[in-house]
């Protein structure tokens, strides 16, 4: 591969500098193949030829080159970070197309990698955080013609609140919309709450989840939230239901997956010994390319079932694409910490402030509660398990839900 690379990085080099419109696509696919697994030093000069040419020529091709420039962020991190430039143009190219009309498909697609960029570098990029906030708020501020452009915008948002709840909240209150004198706190909350039956898959709800319990945390109330507040815990128990739902759908695809690899087994035999001229490089790219293969089909196969397959239960098409540290179950796991939030809540020397989230739970409310905290202790059980296994042994862990829990002061 990295043979492969060396010889086509000229010729792709060329065809975006004299601007070959006709082959941008292919070029694209061809540097996202080359920094799937890794980023070496000359893909990363591509970067900057990608941003001339993005400026020249390629503002309408965003999406094809959006798996590249994410690949830059999440395959290799560290060497992002070591370099502002690498920072400043994935900034640029975002903030252009954000406020620029290259269609809501492109803006959609700027917001997710805002939104990975700020998951993947948390803490280490805080210097630009009110830049991503003011690029996706001020968005949020026109006419949004489609809700999903509207709820990435709000994820990019949430993302940060996820992190640094005092930075965002601050951000907010210092963010007006040009026909009011009032800080947009109020009009964000308000919609994030309102959207919240509109996110679909696992991540986006499941980072919902994770920002709330940022922010039922953090000690600066303001008194947009403050309002808000009785709305909130129902709204994360309704997004937890769904998550439970939409787990099982992945949960079911996956084993529907491993189906088709037994299958194929006979024909993967076959293959191994052509594979053994093969280095562990290359096969690391087979992987990764079996991997893209297999997403795209998922991705055509929910799009050829409708809109209520790719949007509601198991994963949306852009969480196929672009996973960030936070979907990793065993490092981030939302019910977990919902149930952990709710009980540092319940313990804490301001009652006032847990009895007004808990003031407007039905008791249907607080069955789901419980249903969620014998999830949360399930996963956990699972986690430990995985640990013990991946070390050489099994336990199975008997869990039991606390029967003393409060769920009002």
Known sequence: MAQMEGTLTDMIALVLQNGVLDFYEEMFALLDLFTTVSVSPRMWQMLQVIFEAFGRDAFDNFTDMVSVLYNFVKVDVETFLS?????????????????????????????????????????????????????????????????????????????????????????LEKTHVASSPEPITTQFFTQWLKDAD???????????????????????????????????????????????????????????????????????????????????????????????????????????EGSESSEGDGLTLL???????????DLVDEFFI??????????????????????ALSPEHLESIKTLFVTAEQRKAARDSRKIEEQGGYQFVVTQVPNNFVFSS
């Not at 280095?279 to 997403?295: C, F, P, Q, V």
């Not at 969480?319 to 179950?329: N, P, R």
Request: hydrophobic share 35%.
């Open 319 to 329: 969480e196929i694409d672009y996973e960030t540290v936070v979907d990793d179950e």
């Open 83 to 171: 370099d502002t430039k690498h920072v400043e143009i994935i900034m640029s190219m975002c903030k252009t197309v954000m406020s620029g009309d290259p269609g809501e498909d492109s803006q959609i697609h700027a917001c997710k990698l805002l939104e990975v960029m700020v998951l993947q570098c948390q803490g280490r990029i805080d210097s630009y955080i009110p830049s991503i906030a003011e690029i996706a708020l001020e968005r949020l501020t026109r006419e949004c013609k489609t809700p999903n452009l509207r709820t990435m915008c709000i994820q990019v948002v949430i993302s940060i609140l996820y992190y640094n709840p005092t930075m965002m909240l601050t951000l």
């Open 338 to 359: 919902f149930k952990n939030t709710l009980e540092l809540l319940s313990a804490s020397g301001d009652p006032n402030w847990y009895s007004l989230l808990t003031s």
């Open 198 to 304: 509109l996110y679909g898959g696992v991540h986006d709800r499941k980072m919902s989840v994770l920002a709330f319990c940022s922010l039922l945390q953090c000690p600066l109330r303001m008194d947009a939230v403050c309002k808000l507040a009785p709305q909130i815990v129902p709204v994360m128990i309704g997004q937890l239901m769904e998550l439970i739902d939409a787990y099982k759908a992945v949960a079911q695809d996956e084993e529907d997956d491993e189906e088709d690899i037994d299958d194929e087994e006979e024909e993967d035999e076959e293959l191994d010994s052509e594979e053994d001229g093969v280095d562990e490089e290359g096969k690391e790219y087979l992987k990764a390319l079996a991997k893209k293969a297999s997403n795209a089909l998922g991705a055509s196969e929910s799009s050829d």
